[in-house]
C-alpha cells in the first residue's frame, strides 16, 4: 500500500467520524442539548480530513505532471482522480454542514484548513504545506484554548451555582430550627404567664379572706369590750 491509499484510508476514516459526529448533534439537537466538546471534535476531524485530501491532491498532482515516473496507468490515474474528486464532495458538504452548527464559525471565528489559490494573501501564498500546517495546527490550538477556557469559566459558574444552592439549602434549615426553637420558647413563655396569673389571682382571694377575718375580730373584740 504506498502513501495515496495509506492518506486515503485516514481521509474515509476522518469522513466517517464527521458523519457518526453530524448524527449525535441531529440527535441532541431534537432534545434541545448543545455539545461544545463534540463540536470541537468534529473540527478536529475536518482539520484531519481536510490534511489528508491535500496530501491525496498533490500526490496525484505529481502523478499526472509525470505519468512516466509514476509508472502508473492511465486507468489507475483516472481511478485515483474519481477517488479524489468524490473525497472533495463528500469534503466541502461535511465542511459546510460542520460550520452551519458551530456557534464560532457563524461569528466568523472558524478556520479553513484547505489552501486555497484564489484566497491566498501575503501571509501564506509563500508557505509551504508543511509551514501552512503549523500555522493552521497554531490556530486550531489558540481555537481549542478558547472554548478550553469558555468551558472552565462555564464549568466555575456551574460550581458556584452548586455551592450558592447548597448554601441556601443550609440556611433554610438553620431558619426552619430557629422558628421551631422561637415557637417552643413562645409557648413555655405563655405557659409560664398562665400559671403566674392564675398563681396570682389566688394569692389575691387568700389575701381578701384574710382581711375580712381581721376585720371580723377586730369587730368582735370591741363589742366585747363595750
Same mark, same amino acid.
Given at each position: 500500500?504506498?502513501?495515496?491509499?495509506?492518506?486515503?484510508?485516514?481521509?474515509?476514516?476522518?469522513?466517517?467520524?464527521?458523519?457518526?459526529?453530524?448524527?449525535?448533534?441531529?440527535?441532541?439537537?431534537?432534545?434541545?442539548?448543545?455539545?461544545?466538546?463534540?463540536?470541537?471534535?468534529?473540527?478536529?476531524?475536518?482539520?484531519?480530513?481536510?490534511?489528508?485530501?491535500?496530501?491525496?491532491?498533490?500526490?496525484?498532482?505529481?502523478?499526472?505532471?509525470?505519468?512516466?515516473?509514476?509508472?502508473?496507468?492511465?486507468?489507475?490515474?483516472?481511478?485515483?482522480?474519481?477517488?479524489?474528486?468524490?473525497?472533495?464532495?463528500?469534503?466541502?458538504?461535511?465542511?459546510?454542514?460542520? &460550520?452551519?452548527? %458551530?456557534? *464560532?464559525?457563524? =461569528?466568523?471565528? $472558524?478556520?479553513?484548513?484547505?489552501?486555497? !489559490?484564489?484566497?491566498? +494573501?501575503?501571509?501564506?501564498?509563500?508557505?509551504?504545506?508543511?509551514?501552512?500546517?503549523?500555522?493552521?495546527?497554531?490556530?486550531? &490550538?489558540?481555537? %481549542?484554548? *478558547?472554548?478550553? =477556557?469558555?468551558? $472552565?469559566?462555564?464549568?466555575?459558574?456551574? !460550581?458556584?451555582?452548586? +455551592?450558592?444552592?447548597?448554601?441556601?439549602?443550609?440556611?433554610?434549615?438553620?431558619?426552619?430550627?430557629?422558628?421551631?426553637?422561637?415557637?417552643?420558647?413562645?409557648?413555655?413563655?405563655?405557659?409560664?404567664?398562665?400559671?403566674?396569673?392564675?398563681?396570682?389571682?389566688?394569692?389575691?382571694?387568700?389575701?381578701?379572706?384574710?382581711?375580712?377575718?381581721?376585720?371580723?375580730?377586730?369587730?368582735?373584740?370591741?363589742?366585747?369590750?363595750?
Amino acid at each position: 500500500m504506498d502513501d495515496f491509499f495509506k492518506d486515503l484510508a485516514q481521509a474515509e476514516k476522518s469522513r466517517d467520524l464527521i458523519r457518526n459526529g453530524l448524527e449525535e448533534r441531529k440527535q441532541k439537537n431534537a432534545l434541545g442539548e448543545s455539545d461544545m466538546h463534540l463540536e470541537s471534535k468534529m473540527r478536529g476531524w475536518l482539520k484531519d480530513f481536510a490534511m489528508n485530501f491535500d496530501a491525496l491532491q498533490n500526490q496525484l498532482d505529481k502523478n499526472l505532471q509525470n505519468p512516466e515516473k509514476s509508472r502508473m496507468t492511465t486507468k489507475e490515474l483516472e481511478r485515483r482522480t474519481g477517488l479524489v474528486e468524490e473525497l472533495e464532495k463528500d469534503l466541502n458538504e461535511l465542511e459546510a454542514k460542520v &460550520k452551519a452548527g %458551530n456557534k *464560532l464559525a457563524a =461569528a466568523g471565528v $472558524g478556520i479553513n484548513f484547505r489552501r486555497e !489559490s484564489s484566497e491566498e +494573501n501575503e501571509s501564506t501564498k509563500n508557505l509551504s504545506n508543511r509551514d501552512l500546517q503549523v500555522a493552521q495546527d497554531t490556530m486550531w &490550538k489558540r481555537q %481549542n484554548d *478558547l472554548e478550553d =477556557a469558555i468551558l $472552565g469559566t462555564t464549568g466555575n459558574l456551574v !460550581s458556584v451555582s452548586h +455551592n450558592l444552592k447548597d448554601e441556601l439549602d443550609l440556611q433554610d434549615g438553620l431558619l426552619d430550627d430557629l422558628t421551631q426553637g422561637v415557637d417552643h420558647t413562645q409557648k413555655r413563655i405563655d405557659k409560664s404567664n398562665f400559671r403566674m396569673k392564675e398563681l396570682i389571682y389566688k394569692s389575691s382571694d387568700c389575701c381578701l379572706i384574710t382581711v375580712i377575718l381581721i376585720l371580723v375580730g377586730v369587730v368582735m373584740l370591741i363589742i366585747f369590750l363595750l
